[in-house]
């Protein structure tokens, strides 16, 4: 008997053993094809560097970078390259309202202006109180002025410019280190009731009616997480998201992460621009690899499926419920199933078939992440170049649909 037993057992491994090989085989080779379209797409030279991944509920499938990060010193763009990934930024603001919320520290239904030393009121409608929830959802009628793109931005202190391109398009502004401001600075010249910056800050909807999308009311939302929990922005999420998931290369500031990990950034292929950032940093700001963002991306597809880790069922459920109706929009996106415009939660858009994510565009910078809750896979796409024409356009959703295609097999 044990004679059998054992060679049960023997036979068993050996199965086991030659199925698994067969699998990582499979992998091996779907992987390698993959890598092959995405090559061929980057050899059209539209993208100086970026990476992809892959992920499910439960790892990353894949993750690869291609490309430079910096052309000049044919250093690769790598898993472990870090940059900053825009308004794909915004989906950590919601999280950390509902940490907050959890903490009993804010209620998404709060009026803003319990927790602001400034007045802020919607000069077309001063009796109606502009809440939390209204900023989370777009709905606040807060509006990004002129002064957002040119009182916003500041250049990192000691860089060599050395012929770099100052001015993005005809409104982006850097300007100068030693004029940098703080985000309160801002937020209270922009929309204080006397602010030297209220120019055009506020529309003409009553707040909470219509959905227009505001980086100005991301940032404020992040300042109110700051009042309420007597923690600075960016150390309230380095406690209760980015160390529990072991993002470890992540943060909001230079200061905060390697540098020599930083990749550059690219107006077009031929053009770098100097390395920046801004004062309302919270609204796209934060600075991160696809090897940390994948894990991030994971664990938003568990708290979809009640089993997340940093948030309760309770709060990942109104993150992802969607707040709005129709009547809430203006002009809805119908066309394209990665625009998160066509209904949002707590600062997690949706898109019009069902993708649940956020896209990113910066000076240099253009993001993607999204999952798709019918089969729990998501995908992520982190680019240091620019485009603005018809064939990055195609490129930039060929390496997404090319990530569409082979995911499944992974």
């Known amino acids: 008997m044990g004679r059998i037993l054992l060679l049960m057992i023997t036979s068993w491994m050996f199965t086991s053993c030659h199925s698994m090989k067969e699998v990582r085989l499979v992998n091996h080779d779907v992987k390698d094809s993959l890598n092959v379209a995405v090559n061929k797409i980057y050899e059209q030279g539209l993208f100086n560097g970026f990476a992809v991944s892959v992920v499910n509920e439960k790892s990353t499938l894949y993750q690869k970078g291609f490309g430079f990060s910096d052309v000049k010193e044919k250093k690769l763009y790598t898993e472990n390259t870090i940059q900053n990934i825009a308004s794909v930024s915004k989906t950590f603001v919601g999280i950390a309202l509902l940490k907050a919320q959890e903490l009993g520290k804010l209620n998404l239904d709060d009026p803003v202006q319990k927790y602001l030393p400034f007045k802020i009121v919607n000069p077309h409608f001063p009796q109606t109180p502009i809440t939390i929830r209204q900023l989370a959802t777009h709905t606040s009628s807060i509006l990004d002025n002129e002064f957002y793109v040119s009182k916003n931005y500041f250049l990192k202190p000691d860089q060599d410019l050395n012929g770099l391109k100052l001015n993005f398009d005809d409104e982006q502004v850097f300007n100068p280190t030693d004029s940098i401001i703080s985000m309160p600075v801002f937020l209270e010249n922009v929309l204080a009731e006397n ?31 700051e009042k309420a929990t007597g923690q600075p922005f960016n150390n309230f999420t380095k406690e209760y998201i980015l160390k529990p998931l072991q993002m470890k290369d992540s943060g909001w500031s230079f200061e905060e992460v390697k540098f020599s990990k930083f990749s550059r950034l690219y107006e077009n292929p031929e053009t770098p ?6 004062a309302t940093y919270p609204d796209g700001g934060f600075i991160t690899s696809i090897n940390d963002l994948s894990k991030y991306l994971t664990e938003l597809i568990k708290g979809y499926n009640g089993k997340g880790t940093i948030l309760t069922q309770k709060s990942y459920k109104e993150y992802f419920t969607p707040q709005l109706t129709a009547s809430n929009f203006t002009e809805r996106n119908d066309k394209n199933p990665y625009s998160e415009s066509y209904n949002v939660g707590i600062f997690m858009g949706f898109g019009y078939t069902g993708y649940i994510g956020h896209t990113g565009g910066d000076p240099g910078v ?13 995908r992520i796409m982190i680019f240091n170049t620019n485009f603005s024409d018809k064939k990055g356009n195609d490129a930039f959703y060929g390496i997404w649909n090319v990530l569409e295609k082979y995911q499944k097999k992974l």
């Open 195 to 225: 602010g030297k910056w209220n120019k055009n800050s506020f529309s003409a909807y009553k707040p909470g009616s219509i959905y227009e999308y505001s980086n100005v009311g991301t940032a404020l939302a992040a300042f109110i997480i």
């Open 366 to 378: 253009m993001s993607m992440l999204f999952f798709d809750p019918k089969n729990n896979l998501g």
């Open 273 to 278: 621009l100097p390395y920046y950032q801004s």
